[in-house]
T-cell receptor
């Protein structure tokens, strides 16, 4: 399967701990997106990379959140000093172009902060 | 700002009957419109999109959607529903004419489709 993969699929952490998620996009896709989805809601945009450049960040992305895509391939999303409100599904998506190109989503990482 | 409304939390339909899942959108310019489906414990799967051209677009699994610019709608349809179509459906929009922050998709809150025998 050459789709978008995410690791881990599930993460349980205690409040105040740091967590890091990884996303591997479809190999020929140069655009990568992170979204967050809470129960009963649609995905909300967090940030966007074109190759290794982070071009767009949502106001949802507080200072505790940081994302990287060091070589324009895989990406990591780190949350520092987790809070219970960070509990959500974190989705990664990739696309081969902008605007009119569909985004392909990974299975997500479900974060539970206790 | 761009937004999407899915007015129905749930749609119930009997297998074999036609289904419609409603979506209306708001953008300042012209829209790119998408439908995604989400099965339990899985990511979103792309179904279809409207970019330009024919207002009726066809997608995966027999689904189609009709773009109506005057009503700012993009309803998802299928002529004959299957039990296996039961899932959560999301409509999404992107403003094609905005520069800079035009990359993100804005999603609706989703509509749960329940198809019964």
């Amino acid at each position: 399967d050459t789709g978008v993969s995410q690791d881990p699929r599930h993460k349980i952490t205690k409040r105040g701990q740091n967590v890091t998620f990884r996303c591997d996009p479809i190999s020929e896709h140069n655009r990568l997106y992170w979204y967050r989805q809470t129960l009963g809601q649609g995905p909300e945009f967090l940030t966007y990379f074109q190759n290794e450049a982070q071009l767009e960040k949502s106001r949802l992305l507080s200072d505790r959140f940081s994302a990287e895509r060091p070589k324009g391939s895989f990406s990591t999303l780190e949350i520092q000093r987790t809070e219970q409100g960070d509990s959500a599904m974190y989705l990664c998506a990739s696309s081969s172009g902008d605007r009119g190109y569909e985004q392909y989503f990974g299975p997500g990482t479900r974060l539970t902060v206790t | 700002a761009q937004s999407v409304a899915q007015p129905e939390d749930q749609v119930n339909v009997a297998e074999g009957n036609p289904l419609t899942v409603k979506c209306t959108y708001s953008v300042s310019g012209n829209p790119y419109l998408f439908w995604y489906v989400q099965y339990p414990n899985r990511g979103l799967q792309f179904l279809l999109k409207y970019i330009t051209g024919d207002n009726l677009v066809k997608g995966s699994y027999g689904f189609e959607a009709e773009f109506n610019k005057s009503q700012t709608s993009f309803h998802l349809k299928k002529p004959s529903a299957l039990v296996s179509d039961s899932a959560l459906y999301f409509c999404a929009v992107r403003d094609m004419t905005r520069a800079g922050t035009a990359s993100k998709l804005t999603f609706g809150t989703g509509t749960r489709l329940q198809v019964t025998l």
